[in-house]
């Protein structure tokens, strides 16, 4: 399943990350694509919301530290894949564990790792619009994303792209 949204502002990028939080399942996988500054953080915080992450706790990219896990309903393994040179990196983060737990799992800069991933994951693509509103297409790969992404697109009515 795919399907697109136009979010107007920040605030809606972060509410769609909210709206996913609270949807998904656990054992999710959720790939972020985009350019620089596209809003895959401020997505990444709206999951956190989403999954009762408490407010006090500051979501944050994890650029530099690779791997931020924050705890709510479900835990939140954030992980920024940008710096690795390749696939033994991701041992060296302890990614596998994480990939097929019982938590929730969100990758910014997954593009050079798509193999490594398990196939049934939601891929989110992140773009601009000229007025500064972001446009996130949502791509389900599997049956378990193929769930979330109807879900999602339920939730997210009031901002389908036609």
């Not at 054992?27 to 006090?56: I, Y």
């Not at 790969?141 to 339920?154: I, M, N, T, V």
């Amino acid at each position: 399943m795919t399907f697109s949204v136009l979010l107007p502002g920040p605030a809606d990028t972060w509410a769609a990350g909210d709206a996913l939080g609270r949807l998904a399942p656990p054992g999710s996988v959720v790939t972020l694509q985009g350019p620089l500054g596209a809003g895959k953080t401020a997505f990444a915080q709206g999951v956190a919301r989403g999954l009762d992450v408490p407010g006090w706790c500051y979501v944050t990219s994890p650029t530099y530290a690779l791997h931020n896990r924050y705890e709510g309903r479900l835990a939140l393994h954030h992980f920024d894949l940008y710096r690795l040179a390749g696939p033994a990196d991701l041992e060296d983060l302890g990614l596998e564990d994480a990939l097929y737990g019982a938590d929730l799992c969100v990758l910014e800069w997954p593009d050079r790792f798509f193999a490594d991933l398990p196939p049934d994951r939601l891929q989110v693509r992140f773009g601009e619009t000229a007025d500064g509103g972001r446009i996130l297409d949502f791509e389900s790969c599997g049956p378990r994303s193929a769930e979330l992404a109807a879900e999602l697109r339920r939730a997210l009515q009031g901002f389908l792209r036609a």
